[in-house]
Antibody
């Protein structure tokens, strides 16, 4: 059974930093691209960032460029999101998401339950 | 930049057919994926690459994509189908989601 378990969310002040982690199991992590997607309370889904299987390709939304960094450790089957210069508009439920393929252009076939990030003073 | 347009809400009578649309400039040239998100749950892929149903998704769910509109069709709608539905495409190495459509089964 595929499992994606996010952690690291919490309350942080504007301008602060946070590191999200996603522990995975049930599939060969190193064979697949991975992503972070967020849902702002009361709003829709927004893709945050993605990374291909060997970390050579990364993409991110314009709204987080220069502030968030995605990374992965295939030996630990884990995905990370380093978030800095956080803004109130970054408040959201952050999902760890498995890609169907190893690179871009595939659908997202498994999602974690999410970890909540709240940016507020 | 590319934009995807979805209706805010769609209502359907129990047992009838619901159609949820996703508009975009020449979207028929793109591959569209659809996700269902029930309240309090994580999203689930229900249609991939315009019309393919992942394992475990009932055949009541179908998809099409042509011109400027992609459509998710849910036949014989059930109360369990209620939730938010999102279309998704890739555009110039970035992922785009539609704004989401809330489906209500009456």
């Amino acid at each position: 059974e595929i499992q994606l378990v996010e952690s690291g969310g919490g309350l942080v002040q504007p301008g602060g930093s946070l590191r999200l982690s996603c522990a995975t199991s049930g599939f060969t992590f190193g064979d697949y691209a991975m992503h972070w997607v967020r849902r702002v309370p009361g709003k829709g889904l927004e893709w945050v960032s993605g990374i291909n299987w060997n970390s050579r390709e990364r993409g991110q939304a314009d709204s987080v460029k220069g502030r968030f960094t995605i990374a992965r450790d295939n030996a630990k089957s884990s995905l990370y999101l380093q978030m800095s210069s956080l803004k109130p508009e970054d408040t959201a439920l952050y999902y760890c998401v498995k890609d169907y393929g190893s690179g871009w252009y595939s659908p997202f076939d498994f999602w974690g339950q999410g970890t909540m990030v709240t940016v507020s003073s | 930049s590319y934009e995807l347009t979805q209706s805010l809400s769609v209502s359907v009578a129990l047992g009838q057919t619901a159609r949820i649309t996703c508009g975009g400039n020449d979207i028929g040239r793109k591959s569209v994926h659809w996700y269902q998100q029930r309240p309090g749950q994580a999203p689930v892929l229900v249609i991939s690459r315009d019309r393919n149903r992942p394992s475990g998704i009932p055949d009541r769910f179908s998809g099409s994509n042509s011109g400027n509109t992609a459509t998710l069709t849910i036949s014989r709608a059930q109360v369990g189908d209620e939730g938010d539905y999102y279309c998704q495409v890739w555009d110039t190495n970035a992922v785009l989601f539609g704004g989401g459509t809330k489906l209500t089964v009456l």
